[in-house]
C-alpha cells in the first residue's frame, strides 16, 4: 500500500533525473562502446569495422602507449607527493598552532581555481624561471611533467589536507591520551593509532587523487598541450587530439577512450577494495 | 498500469522539449552561417555581417574558430543541426576530406566572377571551391635597417642594396655579418624568432617546406604542373633537405630569441619583434601587415615594409620570386536548405561585387582578389599587398605556387614541425628531421 | 616547553608555505599591470614606470573575450544547474532509496557507476545527442549538467537518506500529507547540510569546467574558461597582458566565493569525503 502510494509519484521524483541522466551519460555511453567497433565521421554514417580501431590505437603514430606511460608515471608521483604533503599538513594543522584557521583557508583555496586558469598561471611561473636558464617549458618534456605534478600538488594539497583533518579529528581524545599515558612516542602513536584511524580519509583521498590525475585535462591542455611533440601529452589529451585533429580517426579515438574507461575504472575499483580491506581489518 | 506509462512518457516529453523548446525560441536561426577561417579578420567579418543585415535584411551568422582548429572546428560544426552554409576548404586535399559536403557551384555569379576559372577546385564536371583571396609570402625586412647595414663602413660584405641579394650565399653573407654588426645596427638579432610553439610553427613546417618540395616536384615534373605533381606523390625523396636546412638553420642561428626557447615563441611574438624595430627580417606573408601595424609603439615605416624571395641555395635561383597561392577557398555546404545555399551564395557575391562589400574586401580584409569585379584600384593598398603585386606582375620572376596544399595531412605538418623543435632544440639532428619528412608523407599519403 | 617550540616552528613553516601557496597568484596579479612584451622574459620583477601599463590589459582582454558575457554565461549555467541538480537529484536518491525496486536500485548503481568514467568516453557521442535534441544552448546545457552531475549527487544524498529514520515521514503520511508535501516539508530540511555539500561540489565543478560546455555550446556561448583558453588559442595571437588580466578577473569570482562561504565549503568538502 505505502510503496504503491510512492509509485505514483515516480514522474516527478525520479523521471526528471533519469531522462537527464539518459540523455547525457548512458545513450552517449552506449552509443560511445558501439561506434568504437565502426568507422564514422559522423555518427549517421558509422560502418562496423570490428576491433580494427583498437588495433590502430596500438600503432606507432598514435601516441596512445606513451600517453598512457606518460600518465600512469604522473599519476604515481602526485598520488603520493599530494597525500604525504596533504596528511602531514593536516598533522600539523590539527595541533594548537596560532593562524590555522587562516592557513587552512590559504591552502585550499588553489583548489577552487580551473584547471584552463591553472594551467596558464604555472606556464607563466615556470616559463619565468626558466628562462634565466634559457630554457622553455617546451624545451625538455621532464620540464613540463614537473610541471605538471608541481600544479597538481599546489591545487589538490588543500582538498586532501581538509578531509585528513576531519580524519584526524576524528579519532576520539580518550585513544590518543590513553596512548599518552602509556608513553607511546609521537611516531608509535602516527603508525599504530592515527594512521589506521583515518583509512576511511586515505580511501577517499587516494580515490580522488588517482582518478584525477588520470582524468587531467585542462591542465594539461593549458601548460603545455603536449608540447614537445607531444611528449607531454596525457591520455585524456591524447584521446581528444586524435578525435578531432585528425579526419579518418574518430573510431580510433573512441577505442582509446574505451579502454582510458576501462583502465581507470579497473584502477579505481581495485583501489577501493584494497584500501576498504584495511578499514575493515583495523 | 497503462495510464502511469503514459503518464511518465508525457512527462519525459515535457522536460525534454521544456529544455529544448526554451533554446529553440532564443536561437533565431540564420540563413547565412560563414565559418571563419581566419582569426585576424573576425571582427571584420562580423561587422559585415551587420551591414549586410542592414543592407538586406537576411542575418549573417559569423563563427570564427580559433586559430589552427578549423578542421575540428568544421568537424563538430557540420554534424550540428544548425550547420555552417559557408566553409572554406584549404585546396584539394581539403576538398577531399569534406566533398560530401561540397555542393557544385559552377553555375553561381560568383564562379563567373574569377579572372582565371582554372584556379578553382574542380572535379569531373562540378566546381566545388572558389578562391576568394591570393596570398604571397616571403622574407620581411625592414628597409631602414637595411639601407643602415649598407651604409655602414665596417660591413663586411660587398653587397650594397637588397636587389643585389638573389641567392642563398649573398643573403647568408649579408645576415651573418649583420648578426656580427648587430649592437651597431640596433638591432637585437636580424630574424625575428622562428616561432615553433604548437600551433605556430606553419611559417616552417608548411610554409618553408614549399620550397625545397617545390623543386623537387619541378624536376620530374609529368604533368606540367607542382601541385597536382605533389597530390599524386605517394612518395617524396626530399633531395633538397640540406637547402631547406640552409635558411632554416640561418633563421635560428641568426635570431633575436635563444633557440632552446623557440619552442615558447608565437607568430605574434615574431611579428612584433619586426614591428618594434627588434629584428631586420622576419618570414611570413602580406597577411601580417595588420599584425605590424597593429603592435602599439611599432618603429617600422609603412614605406620601409617590402618583402624578398626566399632563397635556399638552388642552382639559378636569381629569378626566384616569393611564394603565391591560395589555401583559401569557399565551400557552400550541400547538406542545407536551398534557400540556405542560395542566401549564402548571394552573401558572397554580395561581399565580392558590390561597392559596399568590395570596400571592405580591399581595405579591411586587405585581400587580393581573384575576381574581376575588383579594378586595379581597388586592390588593397598596404605595404606588403603591394609587394606581393609588384612580384606578380615582374615578368621577370618566377614565383612559387603553394604547392602545400597538396600536403597529406595536418598530422604530416604537425610532425614534421615537431620534428623541427627537437632540431632547434639540440634535442635531435637534422638527418631526424629529413626522416620525419619522407616517413610521414609515405605513412600519411597510404 | 618542548611543545611551544615546535609549535613554533610549524608556524613559520606553515607561514612559508602559505607565501609559496599564494605567491603565483601574486604573480600574476603584478604580470597584468605590465604591458604584454616585459611580462615572459620576468615574470617575478614588479612593473615600473617603463612596464607599467595601467588597466590596459584588462581593457583589452575585457574586449577580445567578451569576458562580461563569458561571466554572464558562467553565472547562469552554474547557478541554475546546481539549484536544478539540488531539487531533482535529492528527491531522485529518496525515492530510490526508500522505494525498493530492481529498477531503483540498478538506477543507484548505473549513476554511481557514472562517476568514474572518464569524459573522454562520451565526449563525442554526448555532444551529438545534445545537438540532435536541441540541448546545445544555455539551458540545454542544464539538463546535461543534471544528468552528469546526477551520479555523484545521488550518491552523496542517498547516503545520507540511509541513516534517516523513516518514522518522521510516517508520521507525516499519516497527518495527511501527500509524498510530494512530505518530501519538501520533512525530508528536505534534513537533508540540508547534504545539499550545502552537493551545491558546493557541484559548483567548484561547473563554474571550472571546460571540455563540456566547450564542446556543447562553445562557439555560440563562452563561458570563463572557454573565453581564457580562446585568447590563448584564438586571433592567432597571445597577448600576455591580457592574459593575465584575464586569469585575475576569473580567479576574482573564485576567491569572493570563498570568502563568503568558506565556512560551509570547508565542512562540505570534508562531510562529502566521509561519506564517500
New interface residues.
Given amino acids: 500500500m505505502k510503496i504503491n502510494q510512492y509509485r505514483r509519484y515516480f514522474p516527478i521524483f525520479v523521471a526528471p533525473c533519469l531522462v537527464a541522466f539518459l540523455i547525457a551519460f548512458v545513450i552517449p555511453f552506449v552509443m560511445g562502446l558501439f561506434l568504437s567497433f565502426t568507422e564514422f565521421r559522423t555518427v549517421s554514417n558509422a560502418q562496423f569495422v570490428g576491433i580494427e580501431n583498437y588495433i590502430r590505437a596500438f600503432s606507432d603514430d598514435s601516441g596512445f602507449l606513451e600517453s598512457l606511460w606518460f600518465t600512469v608515471k604522473f599519476a604515481i608521483i602526485s598520488v603520493i607527493t599530494i597525500n604525504v604533503f596533504a596528511f602531514f599538513l593536516a598533522l600539523i594543522l590539527t595541533k594548537s598552532v596560532p593562524g590555522t584557521k587562516l592557513f587552512r583557508t590559504v591552502f585550499f583555496m588553489p583548489n577552487l581555481i580551473g584547471g584552463i586558469v591553472l594551467g596558464y598561471i604555472w606556464q607563466v611561473i615556470i616559463n619565468g624561471v626558466l628562462y634565466n636558464f634559457n630554457y622553455s617549458i617546451t624545451s625538455d618534456p621532464t620540464f613540463g611533467f614537473w610541471g605538471l605534478v608541481i600544479l597538481m600538488n599546489w591545487q589538490m594539497i588543500g582538498y586532501m589536507m581538509i578531509i585528513y583533518i576531519a580524519g584526524i579529528q576524528n579519532i576520539s581524545t580518550d585513544i590518543l591520551e590513553a596512548a599518552k599515558v602509556d608513553g607511546a612516542g609521537g611516531f608509535v602513536t602516527l603508525t599504530k593509532i592515527i594512521i589506521p584511524s583515518v583509512m576511511p580519509s586515505i580511501t577517499i583521498c587516494l580515490f580522488l587523487t588517482i582518478t584525477n590525475s588520470f582524468k587531467l585535462f585542462d591542465q594539461n591542455l593549458a601548460l603545455t598541450a603536449g608540447a614537445p611533440a607531444n611528449r607531454t601529452q596525457m591520455v585524456a589529451l591524447n584521446i581528444y587530439e586524435t578525435f578531432y585533429s585528425r579526419n579518418g580517426y574518430e573510431g580510433v579515438g573512441q577505442a582509446k577512450a574505451v579502454m582510458f574507461f576501462v583502465i581507470v575504472a579497473v584502477i579505481a575499483l581495485a583501489q577501493l577494495y584494497l584500501t576498504r580491506r584495511k578499514e575493515v581489518e583495523n | 498500469m497503462k495510464n502511469k506509462i503514459l503518464a511518465t512518457i508525457l512527462s519525459l516529453i515535457c522536460i525534454v522539449s521544456c529544455f529544448s523548446l526554451a533554446g529553440c525560441g532564443e536561437r533565431k536561426e540564420a540563413l547565412v552561417y560563414y565559418l571563419n577561417f581566419k582569426p585576424e579578420s573576425a571582427a571584420v567579418y562580423e561587422e559585415l555581417a551587420k551591414k549586410y543585415e542592414e543592407e538586406t535584411g537576411i542575418a549573417v551568422k559569423v563563427v570564427t574558430a580559433a586559430a589552427n582548429t578549423y578542421e575540428q572546428t568544421l568537424k563538430s560544426e557540420i554534424a550540428k543541426s544548425d550547420a555552417p552554409t559557408i566553409f572554406q576548404v584549404n585546396g584539394p586535399i581539403g576538398y577531399d576530406a569534406w566533398k560530401d559536403y561540397c555542393l557544385d557551384i559552377k553555375d553561381s555569379k560568383l564562379y563567373s566572377f574569377l579572372t582565371d576559372t582554372d584556379l578553382a577546385i574542380k572535379d569531373g564536371d562540378g566546381i566545388y571551391g572558389i578562391p576568394y583571396v591570393v596570398e604571397g609570402y616571403g622574407i620581411i625586412y625592414n628597409d631602414a635597417i637595411m639601407e643602415k647595414y649598407f651604409a655602414l663602413k665596417s660591413k663586411k660584405t660587398n653587397i650594397n642594396s637588397v636587389s643585389e641579394i638573389i641567392s642563398f650565399d649573398k643573403l647568408k653573407a649579408v645576415v651573418e655579418d649583420m648578426t656580427t654588426q648587430k649592437e651597431t645596427l640596433g638591432i637585437q638579432g636580424v630574424f625575428a624568432s622562428t616561432s615553433l610553439s604548437s600551433g605556430e610553427d606553419w611559417r616552417w613546417q608548411t610554409h618553408l617546406l614549399n620550397v625545397p618540395l617545390y623543386y623537387e616536384m619541378v624536376e620530374n615534373d609529368n604533368k606540367n604542373d607542382p601541385t597536382l605533381n605533389l597530390l599524386d606523390a605517394k612518395e617524396i625523396k626530399h633531395n633538397y633537405s640540406k637547402n631547406f636546412q640552409n635558411l632554416f638553420d640561418l633563421y635560428i642561428n641568426n635570431s633575436v630569441t635563444a633557440k632552446t626557447l623557440l619552442g615558447s615563441k608565437s607568430v605574434a611574438d615574431s611579428m612584433a619583434e619586426f614591428a618594434l624595430g627588434q629584428v631586420a627580417m622576419v618570414q611570413n606573408g602580406n597577411w601580417g601587415w595588420s599584425q605590424i601595424s597593429g603592435v602599439k609603439g611599432n618603429t617600422v615605416k609603412e614605406s620601409d615594409v617590402k618583402m624578398m624571395p626566399m632563397y635556399i641555395g638552388i642552382e639559378g635561383e636569381e629569378n626566384q620570386g616569393i611564394c603565391i597561392g591560395t589555401e583559401n577557398y569557399f565551400a557552400i555546404n550541400k547538406n542545407v536548405s536551398k534557400e540556405k545555399q542560395e542566401a549564402s551564395l548571394k552573401f558572397l557575391e554580395w561581399l565580392f561585387s558590390s561597392e559596399t562589400g568590395k570596400k571592405y574586401v580591399s581595405e579591411k580584409l586587405g585581400f587580393i582578389t581573384p575576381f574581376n569585379t575588383f579594378t586595379e584600384a581597388e586592390q588593397p593598398a598596404d605595404p606588403l599587398a603591394k609587394e606581393i603585386v609588384r612580384y606578380m606582375s615582374d615578368e621577370k620572376y618566377e614565383n612559387i605556387p603553394w604547392i602545400f596544399t597538396a600536403f597529406p595531412s595536418e598530422a604530416f605538418k604537425k610532425d614534421v614541425g615537431n620534428a623541427l623543435l627537437d632540431y632547434a632544440q639540440g634535442t635531435k639532428k637534422w638527418e631526424d628531421v629529413e626522416k620525419t619528412v619522407i616517413s610521414k608523407w609515405k605513412s600519411e599519403r597510404s | 616547553m618542548k611543545e611551544r617550540f615546535?609549535?613554533t616552528l610549524?608556524?613559520f613553516?606553515?607561514l612559508i608555505?602559505?607565501v609559496l601557496?599564494?605567491f603565483?597568484?601574486f604573480?600574476?596579479v603584478i604580470?597584468s599591470l605590465k604591458f604584454k612584451?616585459s611580462?615572459?622574459?620576468?615574470?617575478?620583477v614588479l612593473p615600473n614606470a617603463d612596464t607599467f601599463s595601467g588597466i590596459e590589459n584588462y581593457t583589452t582582454g575585457i574586449e577580445t573575450t567578451g569576458f562580461l558575457s563569458a561571466l554572464g554565461w558562467s553565472l547562469f549555467i552554474t547557478v541554475f544547474s546546481v539549484g536544478v541538480i539540488i531539487v531533482?537529484?535529492s528527491?531522485?536518491a529518496?525515492?530510490?532509496t526508500?522505494?525498493k525496486s530492481l529498477f531503483?536500485s540498478l538506477?543507484y548503481y548505473?549513476?554511481v557507476f557514472?562517476m568514474?568514467?572518464?569524459?573522454?568516453?562520451?565526449?563525442?557521442?554526448?555532444?551529438?545527442?545534445?545537438?540532435?535534441?536541441?540541448?546545445?544552448?544555455?539551458?540545454?546545457i542544464?539538463?546535461?549538467?543534471?544528468?552528469?552531475g546526477?551520479?555523484l549527487s545521488?550518491f552523496m544524498f542517498s547516503g545520507f537518506i540511509k541513516t534517516v529514520p523513516r518514522t518522521i515521514e510516517e508520521a507525516a503520511?499519516i497527518d495527511g500529507c501527500n509524498?510530494?508535501q512530505v518530501?519538501w516539508l520533512v525530508v528536505f530540511p534534513v537533508l540540508k547540510p547534504t545539499a550545502i555539500t552537493v551545491a558546493i561540489l557541484n559548483t567548484?565543478w561547473i563554474?571550472?569546467?571546460?571540455?563540456l560546455p566547450y564542446?556543447v555550446i562553445g562557439?555560440?556561448y563562452k563561458t570563463?574558461?572557454i573565453a581564457?583558453?580562446?585568447l590563448?588559442?584564438?586571433?592567432?595571437?597571445?597577448?600576455?597582458g591580457a592574459?593575465?588580466a584575464m586569469?585575475v578577473l576569473?580567479?576574482i569570482p573564485?576567491?569572493v566565493?570563498?570568502l563568503l562561504c568558506?565556512k560551509y565549503?570547508?565542512k562540505g568538502?570534508?562531510?562529502g569525503?566521509?561519506k564517500?
Fill in positions: 615546535f609549535n610549524y608556524f613553516i606553515l608555505l602559505s601557496f599564494i603565483p597568484v604573480v600574476v604580470n612584451f611580462i615572459a622574459t620576468a615574470p617575478f531533482f537529484t528527491m531522485t529518496w525515492y530510490i526508500r522505494v531503483n538506477l548505473a549513476l557514472s568514474i568514467v572518464p569524459f573522454q568516453m562520451v565526449m563525442f557521442t554526448m555532444s551529438k545527442v545534445a545537438n540532435v535534441l536541441r540541448l546545445d544552448n544555455p539551458l540545454g542544464i539538463l546535461i549538467y543534471l544528468g552528469f546526477a551520479g545521488v503520511t509524498t510530494f518530501f567548484m563554474w571550472n569546467d571546460y571540455l564542446l562557439k555560440d570563463i574558461p581564457v583558453q580562446y590563448k588559442g584564438g586571433y592567432g595571437s597571445v597577448d600576455m592574459l593575465m586569469l576569473s580567479i573564485v576567491v566565493f570563498y568558506q565549503i570547508i568538502v570534508a562531510s569525503a566521509v564517500g
